[in-house]
């Protein structure tokens, strides 16, 4: 596993340290709002296990968790009645990623049309 920071803000969410508003969760995913929204729907799915990035989770989670998770992304989108029209997906991975946060989250943004996927320009 690589060098997961259990201090990190999602972790102590895991264990309730500090609150969040969740909108979904279950045996392998706790889903809530983003503390600093980018669109009018802005929610990020975290997995329950202690995995930095996609790199690591892809790398060393079980099938199961892997499954779970993307499930979990799914459906907490169609709980959020995203899934029409439609929503965007995204996961920040490491230095060029510009991850903030050392543990695994992929963002659901939607509520408006969300415009071309990247700047032209960083
Ligand atoms: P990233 O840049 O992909 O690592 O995204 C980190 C995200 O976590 C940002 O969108 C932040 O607004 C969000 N965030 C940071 N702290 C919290 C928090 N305590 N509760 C909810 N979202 C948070």
Redesign the pocket.
Known sequence: MTNYDTEN??AK?LRDE?P??KVYEDEHALA???????APR?I?VIPKGPYVSLDDFTAAASTDEIAGFMRAVGETARRLNLANPGYRI???IGQD??????HL?V?ILGGRPLGPMLKSDP
């Open positions: 803000i999602f969410i500090i969040c508003t809530f709002e983003d503390i600093n929204p980018q802005h990020l995204l996961a920040n990623g510009m991850q903030e946060v050392p989250h963002h």
